[in-house]
């Protein structure tokens, strides 16, 4: 799929071979959708490294890789590595530092016969800027994500539990078209809603609550990523308030999206209808990321990311207003970065829902 930009990568940095274990990079690169893989890429041979569980797999995804099976006793993949190493006569192999553990790299070091060096981030630049094929993925994926939410706005009612529409929400995706294995979705209520990150419980939703509900789901392995804010009930003037606020920081910071564009340009862009209320100091400093095969992928847009978004990248853009004890609220869509401006591959609404 993706070799040549690495294979360019290896001849500049005059590398023999780049070992490969990151599920999403090994993806990306040789476009093999199971478990227990890795790559070992030279300038003229593929070789795929995986157990004979998935040694069929591999050969049908991946035709044009050896498949090398290092799963047997006493073997680890640093013993396949290291007799590829020395039957290609390969003097200097990359690796994922960011990957890689210690006891691994301790493992290869004995076992590789070849100046280990390490790089970061090298695939992972590759993956910012999408193909036409992996964006239609991504456009799919919201879409479905939009459906589901539809589906399940009607259950969302006094006395259902968090779980019960988490899992409701997984399922309807599914049935949407989603791939079957769905991320963990965020879907809280109450004031658990001013956690960032929170968990869906056994709480049963109550009338006047806020419900947070942040997912998506995966179309080939590419990912869609979106929060919608709702009320169960008629919003106190203290929730439209803060949901007001909220969907400015969204549009506003929304509106300034394209190609050169910083991380940091969008994060002081959010601030603005912040200022001179009580809300400001309740924001959180990252207010979206780079998304595709993984959910959090760089450039972030946060204070300190000067990274400027290249055109094609598919990014998440999703400031929110965090009050501990009270809740929070937080709206997230997904956009294509163009030369001039950006397309929102979300359709829901950013108005505030009373239930």
């Excluded at 040694?55 to 640093?78: D, H, M, S, V």
């Excluded at 920081?249 to 009580?278: F, R």
Aim: charged share 25%; with cysteine.
């Amino acid at each position: 799929m993706n070799e040549p930009k690495l294979l360019s990568h290896m001849k500049e940095n005059h590398l023999d071979a780049f070992y490969i274990s990151k599920k999403e990079n090994v993806r990306f690169i040789s476009g093999y959708t199971g478990d227990d893989s890795a790559l070992l890429i030279t300038s003229n041979e593929y070789f795929f490294i995986t157990d004979s569980r998935y040694t069929e797999q591999a050969q049908l995804e991946c035709p044009e890789y050896t498949i090398k099976n290092w799963r047997t006793p006493g073997r680890t993949k640093a013993d396949m590595v290291g007799d590829l190493a020395r039957e290609h006569k390969l003097t200097s192999v990359a690796f994922e530092s960011d990957v890689l553990s210690y006891n691994d790299f301790q493992l290869f070091d004995e076992k590789v016969d070849a100046n280990l060096k390490p790089y970061s981030g090298v695939i992972e630049t590759f993956r910012q800027i999408k193909t036409p094929e992996e964006i239609q993925y991504m456009r799919a994926a919201c879409e479905i994500s939009c459906r589901a939410l539809e589906q399940l706005m009607p259950m969302i009612k006094p006395g259902i539990t968090e779980k019960e529409l988490a899992a409701n929400l997984s399922l309807f995706m599914v049935e949407e078209g989603a791939d079957t294995m769905p991320y963990g979705n965020i879907l809280i209520s109450g004031k658990k809603t001013s956690l960032l990150h929170g968990i869906p419980s056994e709480k049963s939703i109550e009338y006047g609550d806020f419900v947070l509900i942040d997912f998506g789901c995966q179309v080939h392995g590419y990912m869609s990523d979106m929060t919608r804010t709702f009320v169960v009930g008629k919003a106190t003037d203290k929730q439209k308030e803060v949901y007001e606020i909220e969907k400015r920081m969204l549009e506003e910071s929304t509106a300034i999206h394209k190609a050169g564009v910083t991380g940091k340009d969008i994060y002081i862009a959010s601030l603005g209808p912040l200022k001179d209320t009580p809300y400001m100091g309740y924001q959180y400093n990252n207010i979206g990321h780079g998304i595709g095969l993984f959910v959090h992928e760089g450039p972030f847009s946060s204070e300190q990311d000067l990274t400027p978004f290249p055109v094609g990248n598919v990014r998440t853009i999703e400031p929110g207003i965090y009050i501990p004890n009270w809740g929070g609220v937080r709206i997230e869509d997904q956009l294509l970065i163009t030369e001039d401006g950006y397309e929102n591959m979300v359709r829901f609404t950013h108005d505030l829902i009373e239930l």
